[in-house]
């Protein structure tokens, strides 16, 4: 059982390239979030998903597009890079919508845009 | 915005010693959740609190949730080595997640 994972680990773009960053989870979860981290502002939802089909954009969307291309997929596209999107991407799932569920955090994708 | 301030940022203290980690808020949320990160990795859910007032232990953790749900604490009783990491408070309105500014803490032994 591999949880959440992401892919890639590691990433350093050039200003202006594009880009994807894969999530997909194998706990049949319903809802599927993107997050950024920067240091000192903790973690920032950019958009999430409450069920297969649907997107929702969070508190940081611009520069982003998001896609649930399945129950077990959610990707995120940077369509051109900027270097203030250096920072680390987390995708994390929960089952469903109530306060108490948990919801459980890939390793992250480190990004570099230079 | 519904930002989430924790307090103190920044922490090192002697093994054995206590210790609480404050997130504050001007916003009700239904529910708020702690995190423990270590570097390297997602964060890992420590606990849930729902109700206003409600306080949860968890061996060494005890986590508080404010009477009027804005702010919740967080207490480590003889803190230890292995409760290194970064701790983040997230209150939750509907679906989305609101993380907190994080709380460093280092023990040392």
């Known amino acids: 059982n591999a949880g959440v994972t992401q892919t890639p680990k590691f990433q350093v773009l050039k200003t202006g390239q594009s880009m994807t960053l894969q999530c997909a989870q194998d706990?049949?979860?319903?809802?599927m979030y993107w997050y950024r981290q920067d240091p000192g502002m903790g973690l920032r939802l950019i958009y999430y998903?409450?069920?297969?089909?649907?997107?929702d954009k969070g508190e940081v969307p611009n520069g982003y597009n998001v896609s649930r291309l399945n129950k077990r997929e959610f990707s995120l596209r940077l369509e051109s890079a900027a270097p203030s999107q250096t920072s680390v991407y987390f995708c994390?799932?929960?089952?469903?919508?109530?306060?108490?569920?948990?919801?459980?955090f890939g390793p992250g994708t480190r990004l570099l845009v230079l | 915005t519904q930002l989430l301030e924790q307090s103190p940022q920044f922490l090192s203290i002697q093994e054995g010693e206590n210790l609480t980690v404050y997130c504050n808020s001007s916003?009700?949320?239904?529910?708020l959740q702690w995190y423990r990160q270590e570097p390297g990795e997602g964060p890992v859910l420590l606990v849930t609190?729902?109700?206003?007032?409600e306080v949860k232990k968890l061996k060494r953790l005890t986590f508080q949730f404010g009477d009027a749900r804005k702010d919740s604490s967080l207490h480590i009783t003889a803190a230890q080595p292995g409760d290194t990491g970064l701790y983040l408070c997230?209150?939750?309105?509907?679906?989305?997640?609101?993380f907190g500014t994080g709380t460093s803490l280092t023990v040392i032994p």
């Open positions: 994390a799932s929960r089952k469903g919508q109530g306060g108490g569920e948990t919801q459980y």
């Open positions: 997230a209150g939750i309105t509907g679906n989305q997640f609101y």
């Open positions: 609190v729902v109700t206003g007032g």
């Open positions: 916003s009700v949320f239904s529910s």
């Open positions: 706990m049949n979860h319903n809802s």
């Open positions: 998903s409450a069920s297969e089909g649907t997107t």
